[in-house]
């Protein structure tokens, strides 16, 4: 491949995953109201366009246009940039994540993923943990007690519950050898016995542990419900957005969803064999069809996010607290080691 065919197919695989992961974001919104609005007994979102379709368009545009209002005594630039870091941090993680296997077009050969490079996965945790920062950065520059109290509380919170997400991850590496995510995957191809896949949670020793701590942390990390402290709107009003309107409060949304399809996306290539399913037909079929089973656990995943938002309780904040300090850390712990322990012996 030259230079410039190297480039445009780069160009090519940036406006695509920038468009589908903005139309996800802005469908998963338009899934949640559906899926909560039902479980609760009510529509949800009918109005706009057929079952509601055109919601989400209705939604961006009335953000747009919406007064932008500042609110005095704020710290001007960093008021204005924690937004944007949220959305930036959140949106570039999706530049590591691979969706399919190798696609050939016109005699280019690519891989389904923008770049593939040897430690993906701790790019990705590293930018993940980075989004943080606007989320600080918002309760302080606002100038508003309640704000400050929001942010501090959802920092706490994800760096609590990163440590955790982290080493629960760390047996999957154990088995792979590798923090290329492509290869974690290709670890995972075949089956057992003919039926059973060779994914993470099934292989021994099985990672099913590792993968409940992983979905645990990954509410928290996000601000879902039952970890949804630094928003919850009972005691700090609106948490660390309080003093946001208008696009800039859009933006937290949007990089808390896109948040929420990054680690779905990485739960089905650490522990659900990311795109490994039956393969059959034509070869656009055959290059096509593993998108298609990543996707459908990725949505599986966010189906899953949406359901226990609509069934569990909120927790208090000292509950959650200790919950992933005195709970969460050690079970982590204790499945690395046993993971670590087990391969060992079987080597």
Not at 201 to 220: E, H, K, N, S
Request: hydrophobic share 55%.
């Amino acid at each position: 491949m030259s230079i410039t065919q190297f480039i445009l197919v780069s160009i090519v695989k940036i406006v695509v995953a920038i468009i589908v992961l903005l139309t996800a974001v802005a469908y998963t919104v338009w899934l949640e109201r559906k899926l909560v609005g039902h479980i609760q007994n009510r529509w949800g979102p009918t109005r706009v366009g057929p079952f509601g379709l055109l919601q989400p368009l209705a939604d961006g545009v009335k953000f747009i246009f919406k007064e932008d209002l500042t609110p005095p005594h704020v710290h001007k630039p960093l008021y204005i940039a924690a937004p944007m870091i949220a959305l930036v941090f959140a949106l570039t993680a999706i530049a590591l994540i691979p969706v399919g296997g190798w696609i050939h077009v016109a005699g280019v050969s690519t891989p389904l993923e923008i770049t593939d490079v040897n430690i993906g996965l701790l790019i990705i945790l590293g930018i993940a943990s980075l989004g943080v920062y606007g989320v600080a950065l918002a309760g302080w520059s606002s100038n508003s007690k309640y704000s400050l109290l929001g942010g501090l509380r959802a920092s706490a919170q994800m760096v609590s519950y990163e440590i955790a997400l982290g080493l629960s991850l760390v047996g999957v590496l154990i088995l792979a050898g590798s923090f290329n995510l492509r290869e974690i995957v290709d670890a995972q191809g075949g089956t057992f016995w003919g039926f059973i896949p060779r994914w993470n949670i099934f292989r021994w020793p099985p990672q099913i542990v590792g993968f409940l701590v992983y979905l645990t942390a990954a509410y928290a990390e996000t601000n879902r419900v039952p970890f949804d402290l630094p928003e919850a709107e009972t005691e700090l009003v609106a948490g660390y957005h309080t003093e946001y309107s208008s696009m800039k409060f859009a933006m937290f949304f949007m990089a808390e969803y896109a948040n929420m399809i990054t680690v779905a996306c990485l739960a089905s290539l650490l522990f659900l064999g990311g795109w490994h399913g039956p393969v059959a037909g034509p070869a656009i079929v055959r290059a096509l069809l593993p998108v298609f089973w990543f996707g459908l656990r990725v949505f599986a995943f966010l189906f899953l996010y949406i359901w226990v938002r609509g069934t569990l309780p909120r927790f208090r904040y000292d509950q959650l607290m200790a919950f992933g300090w005195k709970f969460l850390l050690p079970v982590a712990i204790a499945n690395l080691i046993i993971t670590a322990l087990m391969v060992a012996l079987r080597s």
